[in-house]
């Protein structure tokens, strides 16, 4: 053992005073074990080392991979900006077209409503009746007349409520007007002013062909005409109509 070779002097020095060590294989197999681990964690930083360039080149390699598609699809993209801004600007025509088609067609409404009704009192035939206004509106329409027989109004009502497009019709004001104020109509006894609205359904159900609304207006007439020579005439209005267009 190197401690019992070892001696202290007289100064407090330890001195060695010679000897030999009796298991020198146990150095040897220290330095082995020691060689064996620092190779062994070589190794593995090798290993970790190869690893890592590895996955470095294939990021690598990937990201090329997609530089080379995206500037592929950029430079077709370049060569689609034309046909896309002409294809945008079509679409933006055809949108806007499309909402001036909408638009004058919601205008063309009343226009259609009154030559429909127009058509219709060109075939109305009532005696006694004289039509002196009509004011159309975007949903209805109002007509001013004066009759000479007490009948007469229902009868030309339920004629005008045949129409095609029209959902109903009612009278808004009755009331009998003075000889001095009345045009040559004013001869015949009865002589009253009325007024009518007629209500019209939605646009996309009153547009249809005017034979068809003819037809279908004298198909009605003909029956309410003998209906309406027995009913009593509306009752009259406590308020006047007043204004004039």
């Given amino acids: 053992m190197t401690w019992m070779n070892i001696r202290v002097n007289a100064s407090g020095q330890r001195v060695w005073v010679g000897g030999f060590n009796l298991l020198p294989y146990r150095q040897r197999d220290a330095r082995r074990a020691r060689r064996r681990c620092v190779a062994g964690w070589l190794v593995a930083a090798l290993g ?5 360039l590895a996955l470095a080149g294939w990021q690598i ?3 090329m991979h ?3 598609l995206r500037r592929v699809a950029e430079h077709e993209l370049a060569g689609m900006q034309a046909p896309m801004a002409e294809h945008a600007r079509l679409a933006r025509e055809l949108q806007l077209r499309h909402q001036r088609d909408v638009q004058a067609e919601a205008l063309s409404v009343p226009l259609v409503h009154a030559l429909a009704l127009l058509d219709a009192l060109a075939q109305v035939s009532v005696e006694g009746v004289v039509l002196q206004q009509i004011r ?3 949903h209805d329409t109002e007509l001013l007349a004066m009759s000479t027989r007490p009948a007469a109004p229902a009868l030309w009502l339920k004629q005008l409520s045949a129409v095609h497009g029209v959902a109903r019709a ?3 004001d ?3 007007v003075a000889r001095v104020d009345t045009p ?4 015949g006894p009865g002589l009253m002013e009325f007024a009518a609205r007629l209500h019209w359904e939605k646009a996309a159900e009153a547009t249809a062909r005017p034979d068809d609304a003819r037809r279908a207006m004298v198909q009605k007439a003909s029956v309410a005409e003998p209906r309406a020579r027995h009913e009593h005439m509306p009752a009259r209005a406590t308020r006047p109509y007043g204004g004039t267009q």
Avoid at 48 to 52: K, R
Avoid at 184 to 187: D, F, S, V
């Fill in 48 to 52: 970790a080392a190869v690893g890592v």
């Fill in 61 to 63: 390699g990937e990201r």
């Fill in 66 to 68: 997609f530089d080379a």
């Fill in 136 to 138: 159309q509106r975007a």
């Fill in 170 to 172: 009612e009278v808004i």
């Fill in 174 to 176: 009755l009331h009998p």
């Fill in 184 to 187: 040559p109509l004013a001869g």
